[in-house]
């Protein structure tokens, strides 16, 4: 699936995607990240991106939904932080959690099920 018209159309997510993470509260939309520090929110039934967001990190390595579905949490190499944006109003950055990653290995995280904890590796 394209992410964008082509190469060189200023539309579109642009870059290798190197995560996805499908939303848990069967709404049917996903988010899909890529290594040109973006974000994008799908819905299955189309093409184009809904919204995009502008991650801050080296690439996009991880990405993970909130159980009710309203936050995702951004993390990416060679980023001592993992962001938390609100996808519901505002795509505003609620908050992020700092952690010692300086290096282009895929340090992953995670949440637990109720979405009270984060977990990641040093």
Request: a positive charge; hydrophobic letters at 35%.
């Amino acid at each position: 699936m394209p992410t964008s018209e082509s190469r060189r159309s200023p539309h579109g997510q642009k870059g290798i995607v190197s995560a996805l993470a499908f939303n848990p509260d069967f709404s049917g939309t996903y988010a899909a990240g890529s290594f040109a520090h973006s974000v994008g929110i799908y819905a299955e039934n189309t093409v184009h991106p809904i919204m995009l967001l502008d991650a801050d990190c080296g690439g996009v390595t991880c990405l993970r939904w909130s159980p009710c579905g309203h936050y995702l949490w951004v993390g990416g190499r060679n980023s001592c932080r993992i962001t938390c944006w609100d996808i519901r109003t505002t795509q505003s950055m609620l908050g992020e959690v700092q952690r010692a990653c300086l290096t282009n290995q895929r340090m992953t995280f995670d949440l637990d099920p109720w979405g009270k904890y984060l977990c990641t590796g040093r």
